[in-house]
């Protein structure tokens, strides 16, 4: 049996009560932070508003068959699922998965709901296809042996699209040769290029994840009309793994201890809406800045060693010094970490114009030089030791696991004020009554008949 094949399986015969407990939780942990964050992004993402007019004008005054977050209005599924999937990363604040440097929930919360809210479907059956879309996404992307980004294609939002579909198809009630299938057409759709790196003022590195949901859908809707798709989407000889990594992957890393041991249980959730590489450094100068071992002022120097993954957060250096846009600034080291010793915090205002060219952050970012660790590779990318030199001394410290990750979790009060922080800036507005009803529904999720009790609170 391939590869396709084993994760089609896993996917068609997993069942709610196959799933630990704890890993439930987490996913519904999940649900809370995709929910607030695309809250948030309804107003402050990057052509978020943009993308949800156009999927209601492409619907055409189709049947409102799922809810599209913070916004009071319902779309065909698939173009629902294309608006809250660009709004899911738009901020770069939603979960992420620090092994395999993806956003696994990035598009398929967005699918899974859709798809979910259309058929009325449990909160158990809701939940148990989170969770394998999560898994399935995961997987994929750790038997891979290099980024893909190296032959021109952007990984997050492709290996997410294959979550996509594994939850969708969960939904849909998929065979695992229809599941295959759904592979197939999945890889026929959907690829990123890492030409975004290259583009500050795109959009696509905000509103890229909906392109993934989006195609889930039709990728399982082509399957359940039992199209033929091909036997090998993943492993075979010009499919998924030859095509984006030229073949430079390892199966067993994507099949080891499948259906027992839950990658997706793994999730770091961001307590700063930037990228993640940048957490490492912000979680240092918080330690170092509660112990009170200097004040901002007194800094002359910082050096940031950091693994070779991230050294595109520090190049080219005087963009990321002086970042003119909100995407650059969350992609930078230097920026983000004179922006907490600053102000106490990086928070969604840190991104504002006003925030981009406060001449106090510039000035301290100036101060900020980096060195790359190379053998900081696979499962050490997070790794950094900040060096701050100061009128009355040296101090240094050291962060293997950021602030967030399962190492270093986020506790439920920083948890509860990411969620109020976001879901204030709701397109719709809602009030504290309407977000506390919110969060008790997810946190009984499984215990609803039709989840449709659950999205009319969207």
């Known amino acids: 049996m391939n590869l396709s094949e084993q994760l089609a399986r896993f996917v068609a015969e997993t069942r709610f009560g196959d799933i630990p407990p704890s890993v439930i939780e987490n996913q519904k942990k999940s649900v809370m932070d995709a929910v607030a964050v695309t809250y948030g992004a309804g107003t402050l993402g990057d052509g978020c508003r943009q993308m949800v007019a156009i999927a209601e004008a492409l619907a055409a005054n189709g049947d409102g068959e799922a809810t599209v977050i913070g916004f009071d209005r319902k779309l065909p599924a698939h173009w629902a699922a294309f608006a809250n999937a660009a709004m899911a990363h738009s901020l770069d604040f939603g979960d992420t998965h620090q092994k395999s440097t993806i956003h696994p929930n990035a598009a398929g919360f967005p699918a899974a709901l859709a798809v979910g809210e259309q058929m009325g479907v449990s909160g158990k059956d809701l939940l148990t296809a989170l969770v394998l879309g999560s898994e399935t996404a995961i997987r994929i992307a750790m038997a891979a042996d290099i980024n893909t980004t190296a032959y021109g294609f952007y990984p997050p939002s492709i290996y997410s699209s294959y979550g996509a579909v594994a939850a969708v198809a969960k939904l849909m009630g998929l065979s695992a040769r229809q599941i295959v299938s759904a592979f197939s057409f999945n890889l026929c759709q959907t690829m990123c290029s890492s030409e975004l790196v290259n583009n500050a003022a795109t959009a696509v590195r905000s509103v890229r994840e909906a392109f993934s949901a989006r195609n889930a859908i039709v990728a399982c809707a082509m399957a359940r009309a039992d199209l033929a798709g091909f036997d090998d989407p993943l492993e075979g000889e010009l499919g998924f793994y030859h095509t984006f990594l030229r073949d430079q992957y390892t199966a067993d890393r994507a099949l080891t201890g499948l259906g027992r041991d839950y990658m997706a249980a793994d999730l770091t959730y961001k307590a700063w809406p930037c990228c993640f590489g940048t957490h490492g450094a912000l979680t240092a100068a918080r330690q170092m800045l509660s112990e ?126 990411k969620f109020t922080a976001c879901a204030a800036h709701a397109p719709c507005g809602r009030t504290r009554e309407e977000l506390d009803a919110l969060r008790h529904v997810i946190a009984a999720l499984e215990t609803f008949g039709d989840i449709r009790d659950f999205t009319r609170l969207l």
Do not use: C
């Open 292 to 417: 009170g071992l200097f004040t901002p002022d007194t800094i002359t120097h910082i050096q940031v060693f950091i693994g070779a993954h991230n050294r595109i957060l520090f190049e080219p250096p005087e963009q990321r010094r002086n970042p003119k846009t909100a995407i650059v600034g969350k992609f930078s080291i230097p920026f983000t970490l004179a922006s907490l010793l600053l102000r106490g915090d990086v928070d969604l205002d840190s991104f504002s114009p006003r925030r981009l060219h406060d001449r106090r952050i510039r000035a301290l970012a100036a101060k900020i030089d980096y060195t790359y660790v190379e053998s900081w590779q696979r499962g050490k990318e997070a790794y950094t030791k900040l060096v701050v030199e100061t009128d009355h001394g040296r101090f240094e410290r050291m962060v293997t696991a950021p602030f967030g990750t399962p190492e270093n979790p986020m506790d439920d009060e920083a948890f509860a004020r």
